[in-house]
Each structure stands twice: as structure tokens, then as C-alpha cells.
């Protein structure tokens, strides 16, 4: 059976979001099993025909192997990392990097999202190319996410701000990010947050997993066959439009083939090192008109849209003032015309309405989809704004007028709320903490953290009756709440 007809039968089985997901998982998917049910292989062993690197066909009999041996030898056991970096496999370092005196350029392998590895931390990591690019000419950056399968948000961040807005490399034909059907998860995030947030060009194939996804996986035990599933906790968005993109679409699209490996060519590298940067062409606008579009305006109830003049630019930027956000903007507009504008982010156009005191509204255009954004006066503040001027009430009130929002469209709002109680409470602000546990229990009133949280608010405090009563509703929403049960037996036994 040629592997074609084998994929196509498994791909029914294959969880992915697109086709190049859906590839990736079948190079590691197929099992024993499947392949005895197929008629593939017989008593654990399957018969496969080969082709030689110097042409000419073998064949090669494998037998199944359990699984404790295939996580050693796929995830475990160390291997050469200068190897093709363009091979797909999981037991490389999580970071690499090597500065090519030839072509000035600099290759940073960002294999896992990791704030540290064995001994090796990214900060230092990071610290280490900030002192290589002081010392040496960098002409091309070229970060590689093609063996990226995620790992911790909080390392894509730090890989984010290390490389946004950073002269040295974040400029038109010079940053460059390789990506793939194996970039998932915090990798894509990295991918999605550099295109929409600085000049990277992306180059390779399609990521196998779209910007906004689901994770946090838990293990939940199915209650009749007792199986073990993980289940996925939350919702990560890495696209500000909160659009429904099955995958990170490449600004240059290469594959890797049969023979690039068996000649140890890496064809996306050499794409980053030949690419040279279109010149985008722009109409003449006036500096008064430009001026008249600067200004604040309303994307959504929690996300500004400002507008700024930069060396005689427009830069737009879409914020949502969440510390552990990855969904942020940042672009340069183009002039088109007078009121119409191109961004340094593909399918994304933005047009203003204008009237006798200048721009009126906004509209950004990404791949069909509108998104209005109206003006707001200079000194309008959004609610995160107004907590870190230490505004808290006016913040608060201002969330509960937009709750259904916060509490469905903001992902991550219930946790970030959570961490900022406790820091207040660090802080010795117990107001403020209860204030803010308050609105996280209004927001999500079937969040058993949020109770136990806010009974600990009220415990601090010496409020007894008022904790007993949150911790009571958290270990009703959840009965496998410990830390609520324990709670209690402790303020019974101070009665």
C-alpha cells in the first residue's frame, strides 16, 4: 500500500486543525494496532519498501516497540543538535544558537518555550545574543520555531520583548522566523505575536495549529471505563481580531524535501540569507493630515487602539493592558491614500473616517473581516489602565458595566484578576484584595477558585462569617477543593 492510501485512512483518526497538523501527527500516530487492523502488519511487525539516498528500492521488516522505548529514543535520548535543524525531532536542545561571519547573520534555534533548561536559563541565553549583537554586524536574525511544539507562555513573552522593537535586528529585510507543521502551541504564540508585533517575514510551511487555542491540559478520569483523557483548561489568544485562523500562514512558503535532507540543504535558511525586502509603495499625505488621525480609540471594551506619529509615520498599536498577554499589535501604516492605509501585517488594511476635527473612527480590515474601533477623548483610561494608577473602584465599576465581556471574550481575565488580588494582599491592601475578589466571584460565579480566594480575603481581614460562607460555595463547586476544606476545620476549631 502505497503511504498516501495509508495516511488517508488514518487521518480520520488524527485530532489536528488543519493539514499540515494533521501530517505531523501522522509521522508519530500510527500504532501497532492500527496497522494490524489495516492489515498493515502482523504480529507486531510491519514490512516497509524503502528508497535509497542513491536510488533504488529495499525492503525493511520493524517490529512494534512499547511505549517507555519510543518516549526514550523520541523524546529522551540527547542527539547531535547541528544536525539539519530542518528535521523534525523533539530530543534537541531547547536553545541554539551560532553567528555566521560570512553572511553577518545570526541563527537562534528556539526549539521548546522554556524559561530554563537543565542548567541553562533563557535569560541567559538571551543575555548571551544581546552581547553578540553588540559586538558583531547583524544583517539577517533568523529565529527557527520550526521544532517548537509550546511549552510556557511566560518564555515566549520574554523570546517576544527581547526581539520586538530592538534596532538591531526588528527592522524591514532583516528579522526572519521559520515556521512549520510541528510549531504549535507557545510556539505559534511566538510566531503570532512576532508577525503582529514587528517586521519579521515568515518563512516555511503553515504552523499545524492555528493562534488561538485551547490548553492547559488537565487529566480527567472518565467516570465508567476509567480511562485517563487530558482535557484542555484555557483559552489562549494570540490574535487580537479573535478571528477563527486554522494556522499561521508563511509570508514566504517552502517545504522540505526528500532530497534538501539527503543533501544537508536547509532551503528555508537560504531563503532568510537571499530575501530581499519589497519596497511598498505609499501615496503623499500631508503632516497635518496625518496628525488629524493620531488619538485613542475604542476597539473593544477592554482593548485600546491608539494611533501615534513615529519619525513622521503612523504606528498603530492594540493593547490590553494584560501583563501575560500575547495578543498585542504593533504596526507601521503605509499611506495608500488619504484615508486608506497598508500595515507590515499580511491581509491586514486600515482606513479612517474622518469629519471637521479629524478621524472619527477607525476600521481595521483583516483578511475580509471589519473590526470598527470609534474615537475617544485623549484622556479616556480603560479599566486595566485605571487599576495600575491605583483607581481600583472606578476600574472595577467600569468591568461590571461591560461584564458579559469580561467574564466571555477576555481569555485569561478570571487568573489575571486572581494574581492581582494577591498582589494587593502582599502589598498589605486587603481593600483592595477583597474589592477584586468581589468582582472575579461577580464575573465567574461557577469558579470555585474564586470563592476560595475571596474567602481568604475575608479571613485576612477577620470577617469569620463572611469566609466561612466563600469557602463553603467553593467546596460546593468543587468538592476536591482541599485547601476550602481544610479552611474550615480550621475556623471550626478556633470557635
Same mark, same amino acid.
Given at each position: ?134 559586538? @558583531? ?23 517576544? @520583548? ?97 532530497? =534538501? ?11 532568510? *540569507? ?74 491586514? =488594511? ?16 483583516? @483578511? ?80 470555585? @477558585?474564586?470563592?476560595?480566594? *475571596? ?41
Amino acid at each position: 500500500m502505497a503511504i498516501e492510501e495509508a495516511y488517508e485512512r488514518f487521518r480520520p483518526y488524527i485530532a489536528a486543525e488543519n493539514e499540515f497538523g494533521s501530517l505531523d501527527r501522522w509521522s508519530g500516530l500510527p500504532i501497532a494496532e492500527w496497522l494490524e487492523a489495516q492489515g498493515l502488519a502482523e504480529d507486531g511487525r510491519a514490512r516497509l519498501t524503502l528508497e535509497r539516498p542513491e536510488g533504488g528500492l529495499y525492503d525493511l521488516t520493524v517490529r512494534a516497540v512499547g511505549l517507555i522505548q519510543y518516549g526514550y529514543w523520541a523524546y529522551m535520548r540527547r542527539i547531535d543538535n547541528t544536525f539539519s535543524p530542518a528535521v523534525s525531532n523533539d530530543r534537541k536542545e531547547a536553545f541554539r544558537f551560532e553567528y555566521d561571519t560570512d553572511t553577518r547573520s545570526l541563527y537562534f534555534d528556539f526549539n521548546q518555550s522554556l524559561l530554563s533548561w537543565g542548567d541553562i536559563t533563557l535569560a541567559g541565553v538571551l543575555a548571551e545574543l544581546d552581547r553578540l549583537l553588540d559586538a @558583531n554586524p547583524c544583517e539577517r536574525f533568523i529565529l527557527d520555531l520550526r521544532n517548537n511544539g509550546g511549552g510556557d507562555l511566560a518564555a515566549t513573552r520574554e523570546l517576544a @520583548n527581547f526581539v520586538i522593537g530592538d534596532q538591531r535586528i526588528d527592522r524591514p529585510g532583516r528579522l526572519f522566523v521559520l515556521i512549520g507543521r510541528r510549531t504549535f502551541s507557545a510556539g505559534v504564540s511566538a510566531a503570532a505575536m512576532l508577525r503582529n508585533n514587528s517586521s519579521a517575514i515568515l518563512i516555511g510551511e503553515p504552523t499545524g495549529q492555528g493562534p488561538n487555542y485551547f490548553a492547559g491540559p488537565r487529566l480527567v478520569t472518565l467516570p465508567n471505563s476509567r480511562l485517563p483523557v487530558a482535557v484542555s483548561t484555557r483559552r489562549t489568544v494570540s490574535a487580537p481580531f479573535n478571528a477563527s485562523q486554522d494556522r499561521v500562514e508563511p509570508d514566504v512558503r517552502i517545504g522540505y524535501t526528500h532530497d =534538501d535532507f539527503f543533501n544537508g540543504r536547509d532551503p528555508l535558511r537560504e531563503a532568510a *540569507l537571499s530575501y530581499e525586502a519589497p519596497v511598498i509603495a505609499t501615496a503623499d499625505v500631508s503632516a497635518s493630515t496625518l496628525a488629524g488621525y493620531v488619538g485613542r480609540y475604542r476597539f473593544s471594551p477592554h482593548q485600546a487602539l491608539d494611533v501615534e506619529l513615529d519619525g513622521g509615520r503612523l504606528r498603530l498599536t492594540i493593547d490590553d493592558f494584560l501583563t501575560v498577554s500575547v495578543s498585542s499589535v504593533r504596526t507601521t501604516l503605509y499611506p495608500t491614500s488619504e484615508t486608506t492605509f497598508a500595515t507590515e501585517i499580511p491581509g491586514v =488594511d486600515v482606513s479612517f473616517a474622518t469629519g471637521p476635527q479629524g478621524a472619527t473612527s477607525v476600521l481595521v480590515e483583516w @483578511n475580509g473581516v471589519r473590526w470598527p474601533a470609534t474615537r475617544l477623548p485623549a484622556e479616556y483610561l480603560f479599566p486595566l489602565e485605571l487599576v495600575g494608577q491605583g483607581a481600583i473602584d472606578e476600574a472595577i465599576a467600569a468591568v461590571l458595566a461591560d461584564s458579559a465581556h469580561y467574564a466571555t471574550a477576555v481569555p485569561g481575565f478570571e487568573s489575571y484578576m486572581n494574581r492581582m488580588g494577591y498582589d494587593y494582599l502582599r502589598e498589605g491592601n486587603t481593600a483592595a484584595t477583597t474589592a477584586v475578589f468581589q468582582l472575579n466571584v461577580a464575573l465567574f460565579p461557577r469558579s470555585s @477558585n474564586a470563592y476560595d480566594s *475571596l474567602g481568604e480575603a475575608y479571613l485576612v481581614r477577620g470577617d469569620t462569617l463572611s469566609a466561612v460562607e466563600n469557602y463553603r460555595r467553593s467546596l460546593e463547586l468543587d468538592p476536591r477543593n482541599d485547601n476550602a476544606r481544610e479552611m474550615l476545620r480550621r475556623m471550626r476549631a478556633l470557635e
